[in-house]
């Protein structure tokens, strides 16, 4: 059974820092590509950033500059440090795990955290 959680969220202000943390229990971490996504009010959830097992970071160009996606393979854990928040960043933030191996295209797995909220205003 596989395990994402989420923590890390809160009210910021803007041009504060956050981190959030995703622990991923069950399986073997180092083969899973993890990703931050994140859903405001009223739209589709959206890609911010993802972080291969290889280690190699891909970010959405609005946090380009601002956000930093890293991974602790000891810990089973992946971090985004959010810095220069925008109120347009207010949203839930869902951690994504997806696991090796892939066939056919397919991912053998694919995991949902619950979310944490992140609400950056003055």
């Known amino acids: 059974q596989v395990q994402v959680v989420e923590s890390g969220g809160g009210p910021v202000q803007p041009g504060g820092s956050l981190r959030l943390t995703c622990v991923v229990s069950?399986?073997?971490?180092?083969?899973?590509?993890m990703g931050w996504y994140r859903q405001a009010p009223g739209k589709q959830r959206e890609f911010v950033a993802s972080m291969r097992s290889s280690g190699s970071p891909n970010y959405v160009d609005s946090v380009k500059g601002r956000f930093t996606i890293s991974r602790d393979n000891a810990k089973n854990t992946v971090y985004l440090q959010m810095n220069t928040l925008k109120p347009e960043d207010t949203a839930v933030y869902y951690c994504?795990?997806?696991?090796?191996?892939?066939?056919?295209?397919?991912?053998?797995?694919?995991?949902w955290g619950q979310g944490t909220q992140v609400t950056v205003s003055s």
């Open positions: 994504n795990a997806k696991q090796y191996p892939v066939v056919h295209g397919t991912y053998k797995g694919d995991y």
């Open positions: 069950g399986g073997v971490f180092s083969l899973y590509d």
